[in-house]
C-alpha cells in the first residue's frame, strides 16, 4: 500500500529523533513532501538528508515550537518547498519526572509551553493554508498518561491530558472544513525520551521495571509501531475518523 500518503505535505514537529524521526521517514517513504521541524538542527538535517538519499524529498527546519515567531517561518519555509501543508503532526514534547511538591513553576510553565502551547502555535500557523488547500488531517502526540496517572508526573499527565481535549475541540470546530484531528496515544516506547522516562520513574521507586512492562503492554513498543499508527490517522484511509483518540499501547490502558 505504498504511496498512501502520495501528494501530501507533512510538517512534523520533533522530526528530528525517536518516534518524530521514525514518522518523518515513514510519511516520506509512503511519497509525501516531508518538513522536519525541530530544534535539533544537526539531527534534523541528518533525517532530512537520509529521506532525500532515499529518493524522497525532504527539508529541515530549526524551529522553537514555542515561539510564534520561529513557527510562522517554519510554516512559512515549508510552503516555499512545497506548497500548503496538509499533513501536520504535533510531535514536539518533553517530560518532567519528579514528584508534585518538588515540581517549580519554571518547569511547569516551561512544559506546558512545549507540549501545549507548541500545539497551539503550530496549528494555528497551518490551518489557513490547509483549510485554503481543501483540508487536511492533523495527529496530535499525547499519550496513555492522558487518561493512566503516574506518580510523580503530575505535571507530564497534565499537559497530555490538555492534548486529548486540543485534538477533540479542533476536530469539531473544524470538521466542516475539511479538516480532520486525532491524537494517538503511545505507550512507553524505547526512545530516548521513553528510556529517560523509564529510568527517572525507577529512581523514584515507581516500578516500571521490564517485567513491569511486559506484564502490562508486553513489550517496549519501537518508534515504528507508532509511526505507523500516526501514518492511518493521516491518511485518507482513516477519512471518517476525527476527534479521536488511538491508543498505541499494546493494551496497556485495557488492563
Request: aromatic share 6%; charged share 20%.
Amino acid at each position: 500500500m505504498a504511496g498512501r500518503l502520495a501528494g501530501k505535505v507533512a510538517l512534523v514537529t520533533g522530526g528530528a529523533n525517536g518516534m518524530g524521526a521514525a514518522i518523518a521517514r515513514l510519511f516520506a517513504a509512503e511519497g509525501a513532501a516531508v518538513a522536519v521541524v525541530d530544534l535539533d538542527d544537526a539531527s534534523g538535517s541528518a533525517v532530512a538528508d537520509g529521506i532525500r538519499s532515499a529518493g524522497g524529498r525532504a527539508i529541515a527546519v530549526r524551529t522553537d515550537v514555542t515561539d510564534a515567531d520561529s513557527v510562522a517561518q517554519a510554516v512559512a519555509a515549508t510552503e516555499a518547498a512545497f506548497g500548503p501543508v496538509t499533513v501536520l503532526v504535533n510531535h514536539a514534547g518533553g517530560i518532567v519526572v519528579k514528584p508534585f511538591l518538588e515540581t517549580t513553576e519554571a518547569e511547569w510553565d516551561g512544559l506546558h509551553a512545549l507540549n501545549v502551547r507548541s500545539m497551539f502555535l503550530v496549528t494555528r500557523a497551518v490551518l489557513p493554508g490547509m483549510i485554503a488547500a481543501g483540508g487536511g488531517a492533523i495527529v496530535c502526540t499525547s499519550s496513555i498518561s492522558a487518561v493512566a496517572a503516574t506518580p510523580m508526573e503530575v505535571l507530564y499527565d497534565t499537559t497530555k491530558g490538555a492534548c486529548h481535549m486540543f485534538a477533540r475541540a479542533i476536530a469539531v470546530e473544524f470538521r466542516d472544513r475539511g479538516i480532520r484531528c486525532n491524537a494517538i496515544c503511545p505507550g512507553f516506547v524505547r526512545t530516548g525520551h521513553g528510556l529517560k522516562e523509564i529510568d527517572l520513574l525507577n529512581r523514584y521507586g515507581v516500578d516500571v521495571s521490564e517485567a513491569a512492562i511486559q506484564a502490562q503492554q508486553g513489550r517496549l513498543g519501537e518508534p515504528e509501531d507508532i509511526a505507523r499508527a500516526a501514518l492511518f490517522l493521516a491518511s485518507d484511509d482513516a477519512d471518517f475518523i476525527t476527534g479521536t483518540h488511538l491508543f498505541a499501547d499494546n493494551g496497556f490502558t485495557a488492563i
